[in-house]
């Protein structure tokens, strides 16, 4: 680049201003004829220009470097994480059954608790590497900025622009790394100050259900979105070969749920004593409640699991005509966000349009509404983030995409592109949770989690397609 604006930085530096004539010309003796240019004292430091374009080079090499090692650390951490659930299962066998293995094996499983320890110190150090390359790239930039201002103010501004913009790109590049790297590790957890969802992992996956069975692909999975103190590790399941929703499961913790040792299981029916199931798979647990569709009459369901009582509540003008694309009677969709908690559905007089309704959690009442122009049966399912709404669709067997977006408080709708991989193409359930800022799947059968980026001051990714 440097050398294409060479021959122009010579004749810039040449011109003077006032009567100075930057060119003689006549002719000498014996018909020669001669040139003259006059040159300042003050000549372009076009070598300190190319050294800075050196330096760019470098540090786009570095930046690079980086932005793949935090790719990497988050594809490691859930293979760590596999690691030792695998290795805490086995170790929980030995200790029920320690006679049912030899030596070999007790030092074999030893060796491996070595080796993941060995990976866990391995991925600390390159983290901690990664953070201090990070803070020395963006010292590096910081000089090399305040070198270009004051070529700027001394010299001819337009040549240093050039150079100028290529470091501002850098700079972007450097704060977005920044960004996804703390975003893996020091999420921003019950914090609303970013632009939206701008990225959505790979999927991944914990395993089949605790019924371990193929059949049963109408269900959810998660965590409570508002725990009770003491109870913030505690998972639910409930799934069934059919929409009924008739019993939702409880595990204390994650290796509880991969183990299946459930603490309690909440029977929605009990023949000849009560009637409290559900249809569709739209539940979401707060504070230790569901909240459901109630099958009979239609309406909200709420089962207080702390001590088994149930309430349901009618929503004025909800039909029941109106399902997601995948799966029949989800009419009423519950979700939960750092706001609270909602329910979307759509009515007759919406001509099935999804309508978007706020609970409120003490009165167990919609106590406000907001139209959009979604058609709900042609949406894979929502959930809500920060007072935004998010609509997927099916793009192909294997990828789904968040097409659509509702913010509650500015009223505005989008229309967005933020594509994700499916790990089987059907799923019954779809939720964000906000103790962790992760998606929960429930993907034919198996339990799927997603980590989810944000769009913050400095990202360009995200992908509108019309406001």
């Known amino acids: 680049m440097i050398a294409t604006v060479l021959y122009f930085v010579l004749f810039r530096s040449a011109v003077v201003e006032g009567a100075w004539s930057p060119w003689a010309e006549g002719s000498g003796s014996g018909g020669q004829c001669f040139c003259e240019a006059f040159l ?45 659930t695998n290795l805490t299962v086995l170790i929980e066998l030995m200790e029920h059954d320690p006679d049912a293995y030899n030596e ?42 305040a070198v270009l ?30 960004t996804r790297h703390n975003e893996i590790f020091n999420p921003n957890i019950g914090i609303c100050n970013h632009g939206g969802i701008r990225r959505i992992s790979k999927p991944i996956i914990s395993q089949l259900n605790a019924h371990l069975s193929g059949g049963y692909i109408y269900g959810g999975w998660g965590k409570d979105t508002k725990p009770l103190p003491g109870s913030e590790n505690t998972y639910w399941y409930s799934a069934s070969s059919d929409t009924l929703v008739s019993r939702i499961t409880q595990y204390s913790d ?30 979401v647990v707060r504070e230790n409640t569901l909240y459901f569709q109630y099958r009979s009459p239609f309406a909200m369901g709420k089962l207080n699991m702390t001590s088994s009582t149930i309430a349901n509540r009618v929503i004025p003008k909800a039909s029941d005509q109106f399902s997601y694309h995948y799966s029949g009677n ?27 309704g706020k609970i409120n959690e003490q009165s167990f009442q919609v106590e406000e509404v907001w139209q959009t122009s979604i058609y709900k049966p042609s949406v894979g399912n929502t959930f809500m983030v920060c007072g935004v709404m998010y609509a997927t669709r099916s793009v192909d067997s294997k990828t789904e995409e968040i097409f659509y977006t509702f913010d509650t408080r500015t009223e505005q709708e989008s229309y967005v592109s933020v594509p994700f991989e499916k790990f089987q193409e059907f799923y019954a359930y779809l939720d964000y949770n906000p ?33």
């Not at 491996?112 to 990070?134: F, M, P, R, W």
């Not at 909440?266 to 249809?279: K, M, P, Q, T």
Request: hydrophobic share 40%; net charge negative; proline share 1%.
């Open 330 to 356: 989800q009419n009423l969709d519950f979700a939960a966000d750092e706001s609270g908690l909602w329910v979307t559905y759509a009515t007759d007089e919406s001509k099935g349009k999804l309508v978007l």
């Open 254 to 283: 994650y290796y509880k749920l991969i183990m299946r040792q459930a603490f309690k299981t909440h029977e929605l029916y009990v023949a000849n004593r009560y009637d409290w199931r559900g249809l569709g798979n739209n539940y």
């Open 40 to 84: 300042p004292n003050s000549t372009f430091p076009i070598g300190e220009l190319i050294s800075l374009e050196k330096t760019a080079v470098e540090i786009n090499y570095k930046l690079e470097l980086e932005i793949s090692k935090v790719e990497m650390y988050e594809v490691k951490l859930q293979i760590y994480i596999a690691k030792i």
């Open 435 to 467: 103790t962790d800022q992760k998606l929960y799947m429930f993907n034919n059968g198996y339990y799927v989690t997603y980590h989810v980026w944000f769009n913050y001051e400095g990202s360009k990714d995200k992908l509108f397609i019309d406001e």
């Open 104 to 145: 070999l094996q007790l030092e074999e499983v030893k060796i491996k608790i070595k080796q993941v320890e060995a990976l866990i110190v391995e991925l600390k150090a390159s983290i901690q590497t990664s953070s201090t390359v990070l803070i020395s790239i963006r010292e590096q930039i910081s000089v090399v900025i």
């Open 149 to 178: 201002t004051q070529l700027e103010i001394t010299y001819d501004k337009n040549l240093v622009l050039v150079t100028r913009r290529e470091y501002i790109i850098l700079q972007q590049k450097l704060e977005e790394c920044e």
